[in-house]
């Protein structure tokens, strides 16, 4: 009777023996399929239908884990700032999704991935255009032309751009915070969002003037993350430092709470496997899981180089490098991730790792003040990812996912000619060029209207208490 009862333990928890777990597994999948797939099991799916529903899927999925990045950029910039302007931080960080959201919705998407002409898209504004994936069909093609490559339904590549857009806003928050009003933040995503963004990335992704010239970024070194960058670097220097922070020497401000901006960084380094692999656009297997072993050799060696280069270059190995050294690593290799090999990913990561240490240490020389070391981490790695894939881009063909068409010529160092870098350049040149200007007028407008920076005062107390009335730990404060 005894040994009847540990039988049907085992059976109902199958850890109970060794490699028990693993006889389940096949009756939980199908199991899985039923629930999920009941239509198709009464009257039968096609192919093509059950590659768009895995499609769909997944793209849906990797848009969830880009969505989730905001939770890292909330935790890293909170703690890397001091604890009198975290709830800021946090109110900046959590309201930009939403602002993203209407901007992108209203006008965004359809500058961006509307058909128009090599300068933008004028047409299919508030998603209201006739979804032109191939699996629908070609008699409803001719809104959204640049993104008929992708076989899944209109709504789930909204989405996911979403994602992509909001994170190009999420980036300009760290560089100008602990002394920017919060109206003139929430005025400026709006108009990068809707405006700026979509504009430069309509030339690249929606079929523009540097993609038909043959420039290549595949998931955002440039389209997302120089973007924000620019925009940050600009916001940073109207704004000018914090009160306090350049004297006859920079002064550090330390951070009040690396925990969480180590957590924020690991919550980006997951978000990650969502935001390049992601950009397949499609449940292929071979092309997603390259691209995540290339992203995660990219970071993991990101993170060494920032390690060793600060232990060597500061005496120390800094945690605040090591959390930006993973971030340049993932941002580095964004724009490459799907045309290179798995060397290659580690030595542009690698460089990634050293350069945002340097780049960190030559803005304080300039007396740029960014906190969180946003410009270097987006900008700086951002502009040298689109660079080396002019490097490293694999011969069209090496792998099944890219051919000449979708994909770049051979990197100069790959075999290939000088042709494909030069491309690169001219990109990053022109989107630089653009962003900044918009940038500048639009925050110069901001501090000609409605002011872009807090007062002394307010500053000194924290924006906290000046800009939202409440403090992140109210506890901590002695007295009554």
Known sequence: MLQQENASKQLLHPLGKPGGRWRYVPWVTLGSLLLLCPAALAQGVSTTDLQVALDTVWVLVAGFLVFFMNA????????????????????????????????????GFGLMFGDGNPLFGFSGFLLQGADNSPAIGDAYRGTYSALNWAGVPLNAKFFFQLAFAGTAATI????????????AFFIFSLLLVGISYPITGHWIWGGGML?????????GSTVVHSVGG????????????RRGRFQARPVAMPGHNLSISALGCLILWLGWFGFNPGSVMAADPFAISHIVVTTNIAAALGGLAATVTSWIYLSKPDLSMIINGVLAGLVSVTASCAYINLGSAALIGLVGG???????????????????????????????????????????????????????LAGLLMGGGIQQLLIQILGIAAVGAFTVSFSLVGWLTLRATVGIRVSEAEEIQGLDLGEHAMEAYPEFQVGP
């Open 72 to 107: 890292g950029f909330c935790m890293l910039e909170t703690g890397f700032c001091r604890s009198k302007n975290a709830v800021n931080l946090l109110a900046k960080n959590l309201i930009v999704f939403g602002l993203s959201t209407l901007a992108f919705w209203v006008v």
């Open 172 to 183: 300009v928050s760290g560089a100008v915070a602990e002394r920017i009003k919060f109206l």
């Open 211 to 219: 993609f038909d010239l043959g420039f290549r970024d595949f998931a």
């Open 230 to 241: 620019w925009a940050a670097l600009v916001g940073a220097i109207l704004l000018g430092p």
């Open 354 to 408: 050293v350069i945002v240490v340097f780049s960190v240490t030559l803005l304080d020389a300039l007396k740029i003040d960014d906190p969180v070391g946003a410009v270097s981490v987006h900008l700086v790695c951002g502009t040298w990812g689109t660079v080396a894939l002019g490097l490293f881009s694999a011969t069209p063909g090496v792998y099944s996912w890219y051919d000449e068409a979708s994909g770049p």
